[in-house]
């Protein structure tokens, strides 16, 4: 009998990843790059370019025509080694996410599935801060007419997806890192939620101001301080704030409970990660 989990690994486009690290910002023309090239991520002046075959040739070739940048190393490893797991479907609540690589793709699932592309951008769902997300996104969805919501910080766009899967008609869904944008844009094409799901590059605090029925935001702790800081709860009804540790997650409540936000649940798993669904007071 075939191993069900060896035919989902057989399937992903990504078994090995040959990884480029780039002493600054690379600019990478997918057509020249090639057809093994999946994509470039650029952080702090670095430039981590992704291929699914060796490629050293081809990064000499990009490289050589932007003086300044310089390949500091290269990496291989196996896909599932860089996300930190084997990406297979999952379920929280009525939502089911598949990669689309899963060969029970077309059986029917749950009522709300999500196929999910992560290609090497973090953020598959099954971390606890993005279950807790996926629960509370339902449950808010579920007790109150939401019409619109913004993600903060899309990542994947998992988040955004279960939020129009939930009944969100429009939902914007942003994220400074161009690679994690262009990556939940591709997912929400894949899910035919284009009309619904607008996905763009944009910085935190300069965008979540935007009005919006529900806010979630699963982010970086600094990140989280300064959206904060900002005017990011008026609009709103509903946010949803995630991705906290312990000391992290009691300074949120203090911020949030000194301006004019309730807390209308506070999850923990395993004692460590923490997620807050505030409601905004009028």
Same mark, same amino acid.
């Given at each position: 009998?075939?191993?069900?989990?060896?035919?989902?690994?057989?399937?992903?486009?990504?078994?090995?990843?040959?990884?480029?690290?780039?002493?600054?910002?690379? /600019?990478?023309?997918?057509?020249?790059?090639? =057809?093994?090239?999946?994509?470039?991520? !650029?952080?702090?002046?670095?430039?981590?370019?992704?291929?699914?075959?060796?490629?050293?040739?081809?990064?000499?070739?990009?490289? =050589?025509?932007?003086?300044?940048?310089?390949?500091? /190393?290269?990496?291989?490893?196996?896909?599932?080694?860089?996300?930190?797991?084997?990406?297979?479907?999952?379920?929280?609540?009525?939502?089911?996410?598949?990669?689309?690589? /899963?060969?029970?793709?077309?059986?029917?699932?749950?009522?709300?599935?999500?196929?999910?592309?992560?290609?090497?951008?973090?953020?598959?769902?099954?971390?606890? +801060?993005?279950?807790?997300?996926?629960?509370?996104?339902?449950?808010?969805?579920?007790?109150? +007419?939401?019409?619109?919501?913004?993600?903060?910080?899309?990542?994947?766009?998992?988040?955004?997806?279960?939020?129009?899967?939930?009944? %969100?008609?429009?939902?914007?869904?942003?994220?400074?890192?161009?690679?994690?944008?262009? +990556?939940?844009?591709?997912?929400?094409?894949?899910?035919?939620?284009?009309?619904?799901?607008? !996905?763009?590059?944009?910085?935190?605090?300069?965008?979540? %101001?935007?009005?919006?029925?529900?806010?979630?935001?699963?982010?970086?702790?600094? !990140?989280?301080?300064?959206?904060?800081?900002?005017?990011?709860?008026?609009?709103?009804?509903?946010?949803?704030?995630?991705?906290?540790?312990?000391?992290?997650?009691?300074?949120?409540?203090?911020?949030?409970?000194?301006?004019?936000?309730?807390?209308? =649940?506070?999850?923990?798993? /395993?004692?460590?990660?923490? +997620?807050?669904?505030?409601?905004?007071?009028?």
């Amino acid at each position: 009998m075939n191993d069900p989990k060896a035919a989902v690994l057989e399937g992903s486009p990504y078994r090995d990843l040959h990884i480029y690290y780039i002493e600054g910002r690379a /600019d990478v023309d997918p057509g020249v790059a090639g =057809a093994a090239y999946i994509g470039n991520w !650029v952080e702090d002046g670095y430039s981590f370019l992704f291929f699914s075959r060796p490629a050293k040739e081809t990064v000499e070739r990009i490289l =050589a025509a932007q003086p300044g940048r310089v390949l500091v /190393d290269e990496y291989r490893m196996r896909y599932e080694d860089w996300l930190g797991e084997t990406f297979k479907r999952f379920s929280v609540g009525d939502v089911t996410v598949v990669p689309p690589w /899963d060969p029970s793709l077309d059986d029917e699932g749950a009522t709300a599935r999500i196929v999910l592309d992560p290609g090497v951008v973090f953020g598959t769902g099954t971390h606890p +801060t993005t279950r807790d997300c996926l629960e509370l996104i339902q449950q808010v969805c579920g007790e109150d +007419t939401i019409q619109t919501a913004v993600d903060v910080g899309t990542g994947t766009g998992l988040l955004a997806l279960a939020a129009a899967r939930a009944g %969100c008609r429009r939902v914007l869904a942003f994220d400074l890192n161009f690679l994690a944008a262009r +990556t939940a844009g591709r997912n929400v094409a894949l899910n035919g939620l284009s009309k619904d799901v607008l !996905v763009f590059q944009g910085r935190a605090e300069e965008m979540a %101001c935007i009005p919006a029925d529900l806010m979630i935001a699963n982010i970086h702790f600094e !990140v989280m301080m300064r959206l904060l800081a900002s005017d990011a709860a008026l609009g709103k009804r509903w946010l949803i704030l995630s991705g906290l540790l312990r000391s992290q997650a009691a300074e949120v409540r203090r911020r949030l409970l000194a301006g004019s936000v309730e807390i209308a =649940a506070h999850r923990q798993r /395993d004692g460590i990660w923490h +997620t807050f669904l505030g409601r905004v007071r009028r």
